[in-house]
């Protein structure tokens, strides 16, 4: 398999990279890990004129504390912010996603950038960024512009960035000490594609109760779905077993997925009530070893 011809460039600076898009447009794509660009193109079920490289680029391969969390430049390794001292310090449950992101050999090349832009709806990253609320940095020649992950995700494998735009870096808050966080999937094999994927941050009060929470599934719908509603319904309140098995039910009723060649649209909400069960007694049984 052959690629059809294309141009190729690997600029080293930002605002290099930002004049070929304002240059070419729809018919420049960007090369960051590779992982789907490259079958794609081989297959011929893409072509460009421009394929812009970014791999030399090192304004977008930083780790970075902010005032309130962290930022991952869009050229960051997976395998390199799971191992961050900042990740482990600032933001654990990035890390935890990105271990169920693929085999060492696809997280050493995959991107944080790419995957976040490639938007796969069975991707982890994706979940977390709508679970923490974070912030995607996007830019063009003409400036930029930061763009909540609740409004990034548009569709499979569709956001807002436009053809002239370029995802820089994409910030997270920090999490809070003491807090739980897990990411929990089910698929057909361990490092495999998803099923269905959840995101969980729960941090309980002195008390014991719950005092904030942050869920979001992926693999559900075509982009993440942050579950506002369970949060609320269980703020306040202490995680016993019969609780979380009552609140748990509600994650199936508030997703809409769909029968496809693989799973029906029933197993997935059953999956989905399963993992949140999972997290909330994962939860619960940290908060009372830690009491």
Same mark, same amino acid.
């Given at each position: 398999?052959?690629?059809?011809?294309?141009?190729?460039?690997?600029?080293?600076?930002?605002?290099?990279?930002?004049?070929?898009?304002?240059?070419?447009?729809?018919?420049?794509?960007?090369?960051?890990?590779?992982?789907?660009?490259?079958?794609?193109?081989?297959?011929?079920?893409?072509?460009?004129?421009?394929?812009?490289?970014?791999?030399?680029?090192?304004?977008?391969?930083?780790?970075?504390?902010?005032?309130?969390?962290?930022?991952?430049?869009?050229?960051?390794?997976?395998?390199?912010?799971?191992?961050?001292? +900042?990740?482990?310090?600032?933001?654990?449950?990035?890390?935890?996603?990105?271990?169920?992101?693929?085999?060492?050999?696809?997280?050493?090349?995959?991107?944080?950038?790419?995957?976040?832009?490639?938007?796969?709806?069975?991707?982890? +990253?994706?979940?977390?960024?709508?679970?923490?609320?974070?912030?995607?940095?996007?830019?063009?020649?003409?400036?930029?512009?930061?763009?909540?992950?609740?409004?990034?995700?548009?569709?499979?494998?569709?956001?807002?960035?436009?053809?002239?735009?370029?995802?820089?870096?994409?910030?997270?808050?920090?999490?809070?000490?003491?807090?739980?966080?897990?990411?929990?999937?089910?698929?057909?094999?361990?490092?495999?594609?998803?099923?269905?994927?959840?995101?969980?941050?729960?941090?309980?009060?002195?008390?014991?109760?719950?005092?904030?929470?942050?869920?979001?599934?992926?693999?559900?719908?075509?982009?993440?779905?942050?579950?506002?509603?369970?949060?609320?319904?269980?703020?306040?309140?202490?995680?016993?077993?019969?609780?979380?098995?009552?609140?748990?039910?509600?994650?199936?009723?508030?997703?809409?997925?769909?029968?496809?060649?693989?799973?029906?649209?029933?197993?997935?909400?059953?999956?989905?009530?399963?993992?949140?069960?999972?997290?909330?007694?994962?939860?619960?049984?940290?908060?009372?070893?830690?009491?």
């Amino acid at each position: 398999m052959k690629p059809p011809p294309f141009e190729y460039r690997a600029p080293e600076h930002l605002d290099e990279v930002l004049a070929l898009l304002s240059e070419y447009g729809p018919d420049a794509r960007l090369l960051a890990g590779g992982q789907s660009l490259i079958p794609l193109l081989n297959l011929r079920m893409a072509q460009y004129d421009l394929i812009i490289d970014l791999n030399r680029c090192v304004e977008l391969k930083q780790i970075t504390s902010t005032d309130d969390g962290l930022s991952f430049g869009a050229m960051v390794r997976q395998s390199d912010a799971i191992v961050s001292p +900042l990740t482990t310090e600032l933001c654990p449950l990035v890390a935890k996603a990105l271990e169920r992101a693929g085999p060492i050999a696809v997280r050493n090349r995959a991107t944080v950038g790419g995957t976040l832009a490639h938007a796969d709806r069975s991707a982890e +990253l994706p979940g977390v960024a709508m679970a923490l609320e974070a912030t995607l940095v996007i830019s063009a020649s003409s400036g930029s512009r930061e763009i909540p992950a609740s409004e990034f995700f548009v569709g499979d494998m569709t956001t807002v960035i436009e053809p002239e735009e370029l995802l820089i870096s994409v910030k997270f808050p920090s999490i809070p000490k003491g807090a739980y966080t897990a990411f929990h999937e089910t698929g057909v094999r361990r490092e495999g594609v998803a099923i269905v994927g959840l995101a969980a941050m729960i941090e309980f009060d002195e008390a014991g109760s719950v005092r904030d929470s942050r869920l979001a599934l992926t693999g559900v719908e075509p982009t993440p779905v942050r579950l506002h509603g369970l949060e609320e319904a269980i703020r306040g309140e202490r995680l016993s077993p019969g609780f979380v098995a009552e609140v748990s039910e509600q994650a199936s009723g508030v997703i809409e997925p769909h029968d496809d060649g693989f799973f029906s649209a029933d197993y997935r909400r059953r999956v989905a009530a399963s993992l949140v069960k999972r997290a909330l007694h994962g939860a619960n049984a940290k908060e009372g070893a830690e009491a």
